[in-house]
């Protein structure tokens, strides 16, 4: 080969690994992700007419794997690191409120100043995994969440069921611990430390699959909701036979101040390609007298890909607020 083609072949030979190490992947896992965006419109109460806007749904980007170790002792190394990111105009920051210092000397508040974050993280940990169950130690989401299963079919959208009931919770400084299944039966526990909160934080669910079905029960204890402590116990339950899905769950919650509870059913029928659903719930827990109801329907492009569409409303009694939502959206899985 002529010396003045050798930075070339190099060149070449260069590109083509990089595209090799790229197509495989980060090692012994795989990057992951959705992008979940939708049109909707709105009118909320209080409002003086209908407002349209583009909503990201909490589409993400993630990075997960595991890791066998020595075989002898069967034991496996599992991470994850997920992050949710906005596709829609690249901002998941809230408002918020800070404290400054004028020319004077007194302190002053600064009310709602936007946090800009390109990205927020969710689920992310590293555990160790074998015949005894597997163990996590990170930010994870409850054990009480996670007992819902797939009873709502409006999840991450305006029907979502954190918007009736507490415990929704992704908690930070968790040890969270999986079992192994025993003929269908199993139990998840949780626990958050009290760095954040200044209390220990404890969430459990025993759950229980067997063909379609699918059964829980899940209890939070002194877990801290936006500076509220409660109890709350959940139970769960969904059902599929063929194309139909059903599910329902009750919630109670208890604080220093009151206990209220809540409920929720709802209904899946897929059609080939297409899904309809319908869901309805009431809670005092959010609010009181609080009613949701929403339909909608999926239609999957592709095994990856769906194009839906929802519409939702809420009214609490106590308040005299309605509001409802319409949307059309994209979902695209990868």
Do not use: C
């Not at 409303?313 to 309605?322: F, L, R």
């Amino acid at each position: 080969m002529k010396a003045r083609y050798l930075p070339l072949a190099v060149a070449i030979s260069a590109a083509a690994m990089t595209t090799s190490v790229m197509a495989e992947g980060p090692v012994d896992g795989k990057v992951y992700g959705k992008i979940n965006v939708s049109l909707e419109s709105a009118d909320v109460a209080g409002s003086k007419s209908r407002e349209t806007s583009i909503v990201n749904n909490s589409s993400r980007l993630g990075f997960k794997g595991a890791t066998k170790l020595d075989e002898q002792n069967g034991l496996t190394v599992t991470y994850q690191l997920e992050f949710e990111v906005s596709p829609d105009e690249g901002d998941l920051g809230g408002k918020s409120n800070y404290s400054a210092t004028d020319s004077s000397g007194d302190t002053v508040t600064i009310k709602n100043v936007n946090d800009h974050n390109t990205i927020k993280q969710r689920n992310s940990f590293v555990g160790l995994k074998g015949s005894f169950g597997e163990a996590r130690v990170g930010i994870h989401d409850s054990a009480f969440k996670n007992a819902q299963g797939n009873v709502d079919q409006f999840n991450d959208l305006k029907g979502d069921l954190k918007h009736l009931f507490n415990g929704e919770n992704r908690l930070k400084n968790t040890v969270y611990y999986l079992s192994p299944k025993f003929s269908g039966l199993s139990f998840d526990l949780s626990y958050a430390t009290p760095e954040a909160t200044d209390n220990d934080q404890i969430s459990a669910a025993v759950k229980f699959e067997l063909d379609g079905l699918y059964a829980a029960l899940a209890y939070d204890n002194d877990v801290t909701s936006k500076g509220v402590h409660y109890e709350a116990y959940r139970a769960a339950a969904s059902y599929k036979i063929e194309a139909l899905t059903v599910g329902a769950m009750f919630q109670q919650e208890d604080t220093a101040k009151d206990s209220e509870n809540g409920f929720l059913v709802s209904a899946a029928y897929k059609i080939d390609a297409a899904t309809v659903k319908a869901q309805y719930g009431q809670s005092d827990i959010k609010a009181q007298g609080k009613n949701q109801w929403s339909l909608g329907a999926d239609y999957k492009l592709g095994k990856p890909t769906k194009v839906f569409a929802f519409y939702t409303m809420d009214d609490q009694d106590a308040a005299n607020k309605d509001n409802n939502y319409v949307g059309l959206g994209l979902e695209h899985k990868f």
